[in-house]
Nanobody, 115 residues
Framework: QVQFVESGGGLVRPGGSLRLSCAAP????????MGWYRQAAGKQRELVAS???????SYGAFVKGRFTISRDNAKNEMYLQMNNLNLEDTAVYYC?????????WGQGTQVTVSS
């Protein structure tokens, strides 16, 4: 069982920025679509953004141009640059392939937006 590893979360004020990083398992197929997901307290996990191997991104409607997803295929890593964060962005952020593999969820990284 291999898992993704997320990092980069933290506490930030509204309007602030964070950059999340994701290390994909070494055994992962490099051609897969990868995605960032998030789960706020009391809510279902939702897709934030996904990115194809060649870099074509897709975003949830709530992103509204604030986030940028990217990946480094040579390093097997993925990133999420989040700008202009608001209170509703508070959640645990996870990375996984898209569609997700239920056996590959990592611990996630907590993002808290608070004034």
């Amino acid at each position: 069982q291999v898992q993704f590893v997320e990092s980069g979360g933290g506490l930030v004020r509204p309007g602030g920025s964070l950059r999340l990083s994701c290390a994909a398992p070494a055994s992962i197929n490099p051609m897969i679509v990868m995605g960032w997901y998030r789960q706020a307290a009391g809510k279902q996990r939702e897709l934030v953004a996904s990115i194809e191997h060649w870099g074509s991104p897709s975003y949830g409607a709530f992103v509204k141009g604030r986030f940028t997803i990217s990946r480094d295929n040579a390093k097997n890593e993925m990133y999420l640059q989040m700008n202009n964060l608001n209170l509703e962005d508070t959640a645990v952020y996870y990375c996984n392939q898209f569609p997700f593999d239920s056996n590959s969820w990592g611990q996630g990284t907590q993002v808290t937006v608070s004034s």
